[in-house]
């Protein structure tokens, strides 16, 4: 890899070993793999909000400190005589090279369907004497659960283990709602925790094919969601500290109607 060509990623790469060198920083220099784990989790998620928000600066600025993670981690991996941030560089290139021969060799594609369709080829291609030859291999263990449950669900329809409309797997919601709240009515007279985890579990799976059905992403449906309550919910906050209410005492109907309001007012 030509760092020359990259000047201020050079400057990056040299900067952390210098920081893991002897004289370095004492707090670097006593990280490891593990010991990174949370920071990564962070940075990521730091970027997804900055990118939700549309805040361009701060999408810049988390994107860095998402970068410095990595080259933090092929740090360490140079160190330990694994590999360096060229052997990534170079992995990640092959396989973009590999998995595009409609642009970087002769192969023809009428649209990004077929794209995808040779993507997976491809993939599968790859595969081949690796420990896990599922159909479900790949999704990550640490990944949240809606991702996980979401990219399981797209693997298994590769082999049309699949609902075959979104109407079809609403349906499915429906069943998965009744059998949910068949628990609620047992649990009046013996309440059996583990069956009704057991439907909400699989009540959330459905859920996630059917967002795959509609084209949409579990995860940031949910995401959104959670911005949208918490946007409404201090919305209430505030209107209630404006009257001098103690929000803690408020009767719910006059929760409720704060509510609605926040709904019409922020959407």
Not at 244 to 251: F, G, K, M, R, V
């Amino acid at each position: 890899m030509a760092h020359e060509s990259h000047p201020a990623f050079a400057r990056l790469v040299e900067i952390m070993a210098r920081l893991r060198s002897p004289g370095g920083c004492p707090w670097d220099r006593e990280q490891t793999p593990d010991s990174l784990i949370p920071y990564l989790l962070e940075e990521t998620y730091e970027v997804l909000e900055a990118l939700e928000d549309r805040n361009w600066p701060e999408f810049k600025e988390e994107l860095g400190d998402l970068l410095l993670q990595i080259v933090f981690h092929a740090q360490l991996m140079a160190e330990s005589g694994r590999f360096s941030i060229d052997d990534v560089a170079q992995a990640i290139s092959d396989k973009l090279v590999r998995r595009h021969p409609h642009v970087f060799g002769d192969t023809q594609v009428k649209d990004a369907r077929e794209v995808a369709r040779n993507w997976v080829k491809i993939k599968e291609q790859e595969k081949k004497g690796k420990a896990d030859q599922s159909v479900l291999a790949g999704v990550p263990k640490a990944a949240p659960a809606l991702i996980q449950a979401q990219r399981l669900g797209e693997k298994a329809s590769r082999v049309s283990f699949d609902w075959t409309s979104a109407a079809a797997v609403f349906e499915k919601v429906r069943e998965e709602v009744d059998e949910l709240a068949e628990t609620l009515q047992d649990a009046d007279r013996s309440p059996d925790p583990d069956r009704q985890e057991h439907e909400l579990g699989d009540l959330l799976f459905v859920l996630t094919s059917l967002a795959r059905h509609l084209d949409l992403d579990a995860e940031s449906a949910l995401r959104r969601a959670s911005t949208r309550f918490g946007r409404r919910f201090r919305y209430i906050e505030t209107q209630l500290a404006d009257k001098a209410e103690d929000i803690h005492t408020a009767p719910l109907a006059r929760l409720e109607a704060l509510w609605q309001a926040a709904k019409q007012t922020l959407g």
